[in-house]
């Protein structure tokens, strides 16, 4: 009889479920309580028995990481704003457009960080990083660039601050 325990994913009925609760039974097997996590049964709660189903235990050391390469990791972004707008707001600030989730991440970073360094391959500096550079600017962090910038408002390898560009 294999042992089971609240956390372990679980195969059943070719759907995955994560095992909440595990309880012995008076059929001396277990009765699972699980909460669904693949697609089809995702946060739906179900009771199985033991001895009843053919359960397979997934073993996390067999997972596959898998490289994304989609073009700037559009997929991994996507999936991490898929994740991010599931979860109940925590602040009182609106946060809009589909590159919202990545702009809060980056600006926590900012306003952790001493300094930016933007690399601007051929001078190029998308939207997102503009506003990255200005919000940078505007907590008064120097901004360091790897290339000017076509707009000349950088200087190459050195310090811009929003009070010099006045």
Same mark, same amino acid.
């Given at each position: #009889?294999?042992?089971?325990?609240?956390?372990?994913?679980?195969?059943?009925?070719?759907?995955?479920?994560?095992?909440?609760?595990?309880?012995?039974?008076?059929?001396? $097997? !277990?009765? @699972?309580?699980?909460?669904?996590?693949?697609?089809?049964?995702?946060?739906?709660?179900?009771?199985? =028995?033991?001895?009843?189903?053919?359960? $397979?235990?997934?073993?996390?050391?067999?997972? %596959? =990481?898998?490289?994304?390469?989609?073009?700037?990791? %559009?997929?991994?972004? +996507?999936? =991490?704003?898929?994740?991010?707008?599931?979860? &109940?707001? $925590?602040?009182? /600030? @609106?946060? &809009?457009?589909?590159? *919202?989730?990545?702009?809060?991440?980056?600006?926590? /970073?900012?306003? #952790? *960080?001493?300094?930016?360094?933007?690399?601007?391959?051929?001078?190029?500096?998308?939207?997102?990083?503009?506003?990255? &550079?200005? !919000?940078?600017?505007?907590?008064? /962090?120097?901004?360091?660039?790897?290339?000017?910038?076509?707009?000349? +408002?950088? !200087?190459?390898?050195?310090? *811009?601050? =929003?009070?010099?560009?006045?």
């Amino acid at each position: #009889m294999a042992e089971f325990a609240p956390g372990m994913r679980v195969l059943i009925r070719d759907e995955e479920w994560m095992i909440r609760k595990c309880d012995p039974n008076s059929f001396n $097997t !277990y009765t @699972l309580q699980c909460v669904g996590v693949s697609p089809l049964v995702r946060d739906k709660t179900a009771y199985f =028995l033991s001895d009843l189903e053919k359960i $397979t235990v997934i073993d996390p050391a067999k997972t %596959t =990481l898998v490289p994304d390469n989609s073009a700037r990791f %559009t997929r991994s972004r +996507l999936f =991490l704003e898929s994740l991010w707008r599931q979860k &109940i707001p $925590t602040e009182a /600030k @609106l946060h &809009i457009g589909h590159h *919202a989730v990545m702009d809060v991440m980056h600006k926590r /970073k900012i306003d #952790m *960080a001493d300094e930016i360094f933007v690399i601007n391959v051929d001078g190029y500096i998308g939207v997102s990083t503009r506003s990255e &550079i200005a !919000y940078a600017m505007s907590a008064g /962090k120097p901004v360091h660039y790897l290339e000017s910038t076509a707009d000349g +408002l950088a !200087y190459p390898h050195s310090i *811009a601050r =929003l009070s010099n560009l006045n």
